[in-house]
């Protein structure tokens, strides 16, 4: 929990719960995603730090109170109530646009007491959850944390004189756009460089040429066309591999093999491979790999590797395509014109399937490659070896600055918010009246309070005997008939949390939830996308 006492001392503290109302929106079920009149709202993956994404807002409906009590206004701040751990409590800022705009039960809302300008409250908060505060009480389910509404109103909240808060926010906007603009440039660089590589091969091995016809010559390019298949030697053809490597073997007797997702950009990650027993390995000797080998990936990620010597012998599975230089052609230069954009390209037109979109072995034979003498070839290929490192270079320094920089954005956050630019702010604006108008902005925030407190509420009126207000009944457990019932009606994907509260499920059910999960998924009856470090989707298959 923070300490109180590291505010600057002429500064007033009050709960959270009083600095303004906080409240959670509209739980998601089948009676509201369904039918005329359904509206955007947000969810978790729409509130990111000090942004909203609205990108992919999903829809329900919401009735004329619930319109009321759930729809943004102007100066709203969103906070992630379910997340990982790390990321609970994320904050943004509503600013009116659209201008139609709703939340769901994983965001709560913290709309400012006229006292507290929200910008001010959004540095708070993403001080917060960058301390730590948030993580420190948030309650977890497996691998979802909770911040809590009660727990998150009892939380501190800094009450400077509004002057203050005016210079503090201006500070931190002033930073933020600094930061912002150094991103965005950064973010330019390195989408520029990742993809002149691929430009890059083509200048260097097409010119402004189009891919041959296997069997022809190109006098422009001084070169040959071919097909893989015939550019491999005859007793080792284009193969996959291990069908089903069964479990991993740690201990000496284990092959390893390289997946899919080993495959990096030009290299293997060999530090994560697996390892199968020596009895499927021999299964699959076919497809057994020796040094200097190119590995195409051919489920999802068309990225390309040359078998290192440390990898003599290993395996690979069925997601990638072994492809062994013959005598008429460079390893280096082969893998540069699979690198290449036109050839990558070449295998993007023939991709099949969309949630796991794959390759045919056939259309990997028939990919034409162009054959020059095998000088040409190697210096060809050392040329490009030089280039892309050189770019690859570029994109791991803007990385790393981009890294520091976060580093920086967190360090000015937490300043503003109530470390040192917050103390050396406080000291410079009426010294003289601080504490005073500090305290005038809490009496005012908890006279607001009580007499919120005091309203009287209106009675409920007695339900009708004809229509019984139906009572929802948590489930203890849940089966894959009910998860892909769910998962049909949503009609798009959703992340767990989404699907958990869907099903109506009680906490103590999360373990069976995931259980089935992971069920369903290795029967290949759901897909669950990781389009980034945070997020979840799960769609059925139909």
């Not at 739980?27 to 009149?37: E, I």
């Not at 034409?368 to 040409?376: E, G, L, N, Q, T």
Request: glycine share 6%; aromatic share 6%; with cysteine.
């Amino acid at each position: 929990m923070i300490d109180a006492s590291i505010y600057p001392s002429s500064w007033e503290v009050c709960p959270v719960g009083e600095a303004g109302e906080a409240i959670v929106g509209q739980q998601r079920s089948p009676d509201t995603t369904h039918g005329n009149g359904l509206l955007p709202y947000l969810r978790v993956a729409n509130v990111q730090d000090d942004a909203l994404d609205l990108n992919d807002l999903t829809t329900m409906r919401f009735t004329g109170a619930a319109r009321e009590k759930y729809r943004l206004r102007d100066g709203d701040v969103l906070l992630c109530e379910g997340q990982s751990r790390e990321l609970v409590g994320r904050a943004a800022l509503y600013r009116g646009e659209p201008e139609e705009l709703y939340f769901q039960n994983t965001v709560i809302r913290f709309r400012p007491h006229s006292e507290i300008l929200p910008e001010f409250a959004l540095i708070v908060f993403r001080a917060y959850l960058y301390s730590g505060v948030f993580s420190e009480i948030a309650k977890s389910t497996t691998n979802i944390a909770h911040l809590g509404l009660n727990r998150f109103r009892s939380l501190p909240f800094p009450v400077p004189s509004r002057a203050t808060q005016e210079a503090i926010v201006d500070t931190a906007r002033s930073i933020q756009s600094s930061i912002d603009a150094s991103l965005s440039g950064l973010a330019s660089l390195t989408y520029t460089a990742e993809r002149m590589p691929a430009d890059m091969r083509d200048l260097a091995l097409l010119g402004d040429r189009p891919i041959g016809n296997p069997g022809s010559v190109d006098p422009a390019l001084s070169c040959k066309w071919l097909a893989a298949a015939d550019v491999v030697p005859s007793d080792s053809p284009i193969v996959y591999g291990i069908h089903q490597p069964g479990p991993d073997i740690n201990d000496a007797t284990g092959v390893p093999y390289i997946r899919g997702q080993d495959l990096r950009d030009g290299y293997i990650a060999a530090d994560s491979l697996k390892h199968t027993s020596a009895e499927i390995a021999e299964q699959y000797s076919r497809a057994q790999l020796s040094t200097g080998d190119v590995l195409l990936g051919i489920i999802r990620s068309l990225r390309v590797a040359i078998v290192p010597e440390e990898l003599d012998g290993a395996h690979i599975t069925q997601g990638t395509a072994r492809i062994r230089p013959g005598e008429e052609i460079d390893s280096s230069y082969l893998a540069h014109w699979l690198r290449s954009g036109s050839a990558q390209a070449w295998f993007r037109s023939r991709l099949r399937g969309i949630n796991m979109p794959r390759l045919n072995l056939r259309d990997v034979q028939e990919l034409p490659v162009p054959v020059r003498k095998i000088p040409d070839q190697i210096r060809l290929g050392q040329l490009l070896d030089i280039a892309t490192e050189a770019l690859e270079q570029i994109v791991e320094d803007a990385n790393a600055s981009v890294g520091r920089l976060r580093a920086l954005e967190r360090d000015a956050v937490n300043s503003c918010a109530y470390g040192a630019v917050a103390h050396a702010i406080t000291k410079r604006v009426a010294p003289d009246r601080q504490k005073d108008l500090a305290q005038l902005a809490v009496s005012r925030i908890k006279a607001s309070s009580s007499m919120a407190n005091a309203t009287p509420k209106p009675r409920k009126r007695a339900a009708s005997k004809a229509a019984p207000r139906k009572k929802v009944t948590l489930q203890s457990d849940t089966n894959s008939v009910q998860l892909l019932a769910s998962l049909s009606r949503a009609g798009h994907p959703m992340t767990p949390e989404d699907l958990f509260r869907d099903l109506e499920l009680e906490d103590s059910a999360i373990d069976s939830f995931f259980v089935v999960l992971r069920k369903l998924s290795h029967e290949g009856k759901i897909t669950i996308h990781r389009p980034n470090d945070s997020d979840v989707h799960i769609e059925r298959i139909p």
